[in-house]
């Protein structure tokens, strides 16, 4: 046998394989091993055809799949022998013409070969905060339209000099065609303004900035994907101060910090710290150690998030006296991150900036890791605009979102785009963000809708604004939206049982829903069980002060009211009036409501000042080795109802014979696991469906979901967890797009 025969293969690889560097890493591969052809990009990834030696394409299609580039995603890798084609050298050709959608890939985090650079004094660009590669830096912020080039990016301004234009077009270079590639000399520049956007004279404006954050000061800092406003951790004065100016009284702050130093601040594995350090780098909600920080940055709250620099500047900003930073969404609360200075003036002291627009904003995304699996939170930068596959093929449709944690998505045929977050509440500015991001997603990915999701909720601005266009228009019950967009997730078409816990969705009877069990397909579902509906006076002014809640639940349940705290006589009169008449009293099943009312009960957080607010405070009473230990209250469940009337009582009774708030919390917690272990057993039964699906803001709650998903696994239920979409209102869009479709195509 002729060891030295030549052969010739054809690969075809999708997945994430374009903007990231993985030509240029096949191009080289193929040069050192020897062989020749070509790489091109096509419409759904990248095509190789390659001569050689048969040893050495075998050691160059391991390499392949083995030491793809960081930021790449192999889904699909097929190879086929063909008849022997003789080529002179190994080229990267230009790409087929596009039939398909072009992708454009997220931002990424710098890469370690960068970061190595950057702190080499003996590198062109030492100490360079703007280095980057085609294995990492900015991509989704910098671009104005498709296809991913240079003179498309807010690159275009900043002529290339010759050290860089030489590894541009070099294959065999790191930064072959890496399009933000730039230098201290001809790239973007940092400089120091004060907050009436005023220069500061300095040479070292990094340097500078360590020293105003030392000394107590906010500085915004551009980022990749929109402003930060960072302050010293430790300084509990300047944290309070950042509240003040955020308007933020309460909810946590996230930290970033070095590597070296995240063990002495949580509880951490190394899952979690490649996590962190992967492309995405999100945010992680991890259990605080000891508390190096301020009590502030996370108040009453024995977790904390946590991430590490992933822009080249975070990595110049720490020092040893400066360990740990804030570093929160450069924002007023609730509304979209900035992408300029002029919004930050008035909540900052001082602005670390750069010449380098900010043209697509995305917040840092948020994961939350548990027993079984990490549970995203928010899905935003290193992860938007990358598409979801989807398990059934659509029409172009806009899924407009709700009114909380507000996305909108587009899909075309199996491909769904999912906005970044966009922001918390109906204002001008989130208005003005969600117009300009739903145009650039129609135009990068050519998606003209021919149909409209939105919610049932008459008053949401995504709603009004869906019955304007002139489109078949479906609307979509919040819940069902909350499941259809966890099973496109994990693929499932056929029925499921939907465990959907939230705070406030729009019910078919008007009612407001929130504590559902569902058999449920894309095309419609059934409410197998719910809570027993309970008054909600006034609405969302009872959401924000939970205290009311819990005085309208006992008065309807005949509980003495008199050992609630915090809730004058004449709120008192108010709502008993009201409820008596039944004025602007809302009926509601939710969970996050039932949540509110047990932890006010037990003195917690009579007013909030962000969501889920009274619900974290009563998860985090809990021991959660304690949980299925804990005491049970009774409940029933009759017809399709949870009849949750004797928890409370018994929940007073305890309060009244001094039981601890901790054991109370506890119970209450295991109440509800087993309540909807039995619903979902007794739902099963009836629909024999064997697929639970979780779903709801309330799935956010740790204690709720790991033990749900360990009881119902034992039971010989399969459970799926929103791990890739958010269980939060973050993803009804997506549901919204899935439930349009199926409901249209059948009518
Ligand atoms: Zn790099
Ligand atoms: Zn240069």
């Not at 409820?579 to 969970?591: C, D, K, L, R």
């Amino acid at each position: 046998m002729n060891r030295n025969k030549l052969i010739t293969k054809e690969i075809q690889i999708n997945g994430i394989v374009q903007g990231v560097g993985f030509r240029p890493f096949v191009y080289r591969k193929a040069v050192e091993l020897n062989l020749s052809g070509y790489v091109l990009n096509t419409s759904t990834g990248v095509e190789i055809t390659v001569n050689g030696e048969e040893k050495k394409i075998n050691i160059f299609l391991y390499q392949l799949q083995n030491n793809n580039p960081a930021a790449s995603k192999i889904k699909y890798f097929k190879v086929d022998n063909i008849p022997e084609q003789k080529f002179t050298e190994f080229k990267i050709k230009k790409s087929t013409q596009q039939i398909g959608t072009t992708l454009i890939s997220p931002d990424l985090a710098v890469c370690k070969d960068c970061v190595r650079e950057m702190f080499d004094k003996f590198d062109k660009r030492y100490l360079y905060p703007f280095i980057n590669c085609t294995n990492c830096g900015p991509r989704f912020s910098i671009i104005e339209n498709t296809p991913y080039d240079r003179p498309m990016t807010t690159m275009k301004d900043f002529k290339m000099c010759d050290y860089c234009k030489n590894e541009y077009t070099n294959p065999l270079d790191r930064r072959f065609h890496a399009q933000p590639i730039a230098c201290p000399e001809c790239g973007p520049k940092f400089e120091l303004l004060n907050n009436n956007l005023e220069k500061i004279q300095t040479d070292e404006p990094i340097k500078e900035t360590i020293e105003l954050l030392k000394n107590g000061k906010i500085v915004a800092i551009k980022g990749i994907s929109g402003f930060h406003l960072a302050c010293d951790a430790t300084n509990t004065k300047v944290v309070k101060r950042l509240r003040k100016l955020k308007d933020r009284p309460h909810k946590p702050f996230a930290i970033m910090t070095q590597e070296k130093n995240l063990s002495k601040l949580v509880d951490i594995t190394a899952e979690n710290i490649n996590l962190l350090k992967s492309p995405e780098s999100p945010i992680l909600i991890l259990k605080k150690k000891k508390n190096l920080l301020s009590e502030l940055v996370a108040p009453n709250n024995p977790n904390i998030g946590v991430f590490i620099p992933y822009a080249p500047i975070h990595f110049l900003l720490f020092d040893e006296e400066l360990p740990f930073l804030v570093m929160t969404s450069g924002n007023i609360n609730n509304d979209p991150i900035s992408k300029d200075e002029r919004s930050l003036q008035k909540i900052c002291d001082y602005f670390l900036t750069n010449n380098r627009p900010i043209l697509n904003r995305s917040d840092d995304s948020v994961i939350l890791p548990t027993r079984n699996k990490n549970l995203i939170l928010r899905r935003s930068r290193g992860f938007v605009p990358s598409p979801i596959n989807l398990p059934i093929n659509t029409i172009p449709t806009l899924g407009m979102g709700a009114a909380l944690k507000i996305t909108f998505s587009l899909t075309k045929n199996k491909q769904l785009f999912l906005s970044p977050y966009i922001g918390n509440s109906f204002s001008k500015n989130t208005m003005d963000f969600y117009f300009e991001m739903l145009e650039k997603y129609k135009k990068w990915f050519d998606i003209k809708p021919k149909l409209i999701a939105c919610d049932l909720q008459p008053d949401f601005f995504t709603t009004r604004l869906a019955k304007k266009q002139d489109l078949p228009l479906i609307k979509v019950q919040h819940h069902h939206a909350h499941i259809a967009a966890i099973m496109a997730e994990h693929h499932i078409t056929e029925p499921v049982i939907g465990i959907v816990y939230d705070g406030t969705g729009y019910g078919t009877d008007g009612a407001i829903w929130g504590g559902e069990i569902m058999a449920a397909d894309f095309n419609k579902f059934q409410r197998l069980f719910h809570l027993n509906d309970m008054p909600l006076p006034g609405g969302d002014s009872a959401i924000k002060k939970p205290i009311r809640i819990a005085y309208a639940y006992l008065k309807k349940i005949g509980i003495d009211t008199n050992f609630l705290e915090n809730i004058s006589e004449m709120e008192k009169r108010i709502i008993s009036k009201q409820i008596e008449n039944n004025f602007n009293v809302f009926q509601t099943s939710s969970m996050g409501r039932l949540f509110d009312c047990v932890s006010t009960m037990l003195g917690l957080f009579p007013e909030i000042s962000f969501e889920a607010q009274s619900a974290m405070a009563l998860q985090f009473l809990c021991d959660e080795n304690n949980i299925k230990n804990a005491k049970i209250y009774s409940y029933e469940i009759q017809n399709d109802k949870i009849n949750i009337q004797s928890i409370l009582k018994e929940i007073a009774k305890d309060i009244h014979n001094g039981i601890s708030p901790k054991k109370i919390a506890e119970s209450f917690h295991n109440t509800i696991i087993q309540f909807t272990v039995d619903a979902v057993t007794e739902a099963s039964k009836k629909s024999e469906i064997k697929k639970v699906v979780l779903s709801g803001g309330v799935m956010q709650n740790k204690i709720i979901v790991e033990n749900l998903n360990h009881i119902l696994t034992k039971n010989n239920f399969t459970v799926y967890l929103p791990s890739e979409l958010p269980s939060n209102d973050g993803s009804i869009s997506v549901g919204q797009v899935m439930v349009a479709n199926s409901k249209y195509l059948k009518t």
